[in-house]
């Protein structure tokens, strides 16, 4: 985990959400992956990545994601996700994902709405509450979970 801010942090990330909200749209599977991806070149020290400080502070900028993307997901994946970023479907989606993150309640991230066994609903927010995420979705009895933890 980065000591700092990545530099100009924060920085406009449309062009990011855009691309994560096409790659949902056609292949929700490979969400994780991506998201796990530009994580840890966002968040890590420059010493520990391959794209060093400029490229770090220039995440957003497809130039820049779409390479460290295709990594992961392959370059076909890659450059659908960036042909449909402009599309009207995927901006559509986005404002919707957006406006039912925020009548949620969502303020920041990471924001988790979760809905239990019982069908009860309720939002937590921020990495410090993962263990009332576990309580509430009643996975505190599986030691699998508790070693994430």
Same mark, same amino acid.
């Given at each position: #985990?980065?000591? !700092?801010?990545?530099?100009?942090?924060?920085?406009? !990330? +449309?062009? #990011?959400?855009?691309?994560?909200?096409? $790659?949902?749209?056609?292949?929700?599977? $490979?969400?994780?992956?991506?998201?796990?991806?530009?994580?840890?070149?966002?968040?890590?020290?420059?010493?520990?990545?391959?794209?060093?400080?400029?490229?770090?502070?220039? +995440?957003?900028?497809?130039? =820049?994601?779409?390479?460290?993307?295709?990594? =992961?997901?392959? /370059?076909? =994946? @890659?450059?659908?996700?960036?042909?449909?970023?402009?599309?009207?479907?995927?901006?559509? /989606?986005? =404002?919707?994902? !957006?406006?039912?993150? +925020?009548?949620?309640?969502?303020?920041? $991230?990471?924001?988790? /709405?979760?809905?239990?066994?019982?069908?009860?609903?309720?939002?937590?927010?921020?990495?410090?509450? +993962?263990? /009332? @995420?576990?309580?509430?979705?009643? $996975?505190?009895?599986?030691?699998?979970?508790?070693?994430?933890?």
């Amino acid at each position: #985990m980065s000591r !700092t801010f990545p530099p100009g942090f924060p920085k406009p !990330t +449309l062009p #990011m959400m855009r691309f994560l909200t096409a $790659l949902d749209m056609v292949r929700p599977e $490979l969400l994780p992956v991506a998201l796990d991806s530009l994580y840890a070149a966002f968040w890590t020290d420059e010493d520990d990545v391959a794209i060093g400080r400029d490229r770090r502070s220039n +995440l957003a900028d497809p130039a =820049v994601f779409g390479p460290i993307l295709s990594q =992961v997901l392959g /370059q076909e =994946v @890659v450059r659908d996700g960036l042909d449909r970023i402009a599309s009207p479907q995927v901006k559509k /989606q986005l =404002v919707a994902n !957006t406006d039912r993150a +925020l009548d949620a309640g969502a303020f920041g $991230l990471p924001w988790f /709405q979760c809905r239990n066994a019982r069908g009860e609903v309720e939002a937590f927010w921020g990495f410090d509450h +993962l263990g /009332q @995420v576990v309580r509430f979705l009643g $996975l505190d009895g599986r030691g699998e979970i508790r070693a994430l933890l």
